[in-house]
């Protein structure tokens, strides 16, 4: 029996989640910025009056900033703690996949991936890695939630990241 994954792309790399964990795929949409939010919070959107965190991928996986220019764009999912958007490169296609294309994460995927990422599809024209949302939506131990607070609460965390 096959699955669906949304699929993006991220500094190259080929992502994806399963499809019925994404809710939307928009554009870039104007962010506030959160004051001493973690790295990875690049700020809070406005989806049709629900307020949501937007996480950069790019940083939470230990990439380079994406280039000057380059919209990102979001992939809204949900998480055990509700709606969060995960800002990507680029958006892919719905694709099928088969339970005999599934491996676990190599050894030699870096770790800051391989902690995010459930295992990895091998499709003819190229792996997919597919993304744990849970985890990748994480910050410092503690679950994001939509509205920018996290769940062990964020002063204790982003306190450490100002000092």
Do not use: W
């Amino acid at each position: 029996m096959s699955n669906q994954c949304a699929t993006f792309y991220v500094d190259g790399l080929h992502f994806g989640v399963e499809v019925l964990q994404v809710q939307e795929v928009i554009r870039y949409q104007q962010m506030t910025r959160v004051p001493l939010a973690p790295t990875v919070v690049e700020g809070l959107i406005n989806l049709r009056g629900q307020i949501v965190t937007a996480l950069d991928l790019r940083r939470r996986l230990g990439l380079p900033d994406r280039p000057d220019g380059h919209r990102p764009m979001n992939i809204v999912v949900r998480t055990e703690d509700g709606v969060i958007s995960l800002l990507v490169d680029e958006i892919g296609d719905v694709v099928d996949v088969q339970p005999d294309e599934f491996e676990a994460v190599p050894e030699t995927v870096r770790s800051e991936v391989a902690g995010l990422v459930t295992g990895v599809y091998k499709r003819k024209e190229r792996l997919l890695l597919l993304l744990d949302v849970n985890r990748a939506v994480a910050v410092d131990g503690d679950r994001m939630l939509p509205g920018g607070s996290s769940s062990a609460g964020a002063t204790s965390s982003t306190k450490s990241q100002v000092n």
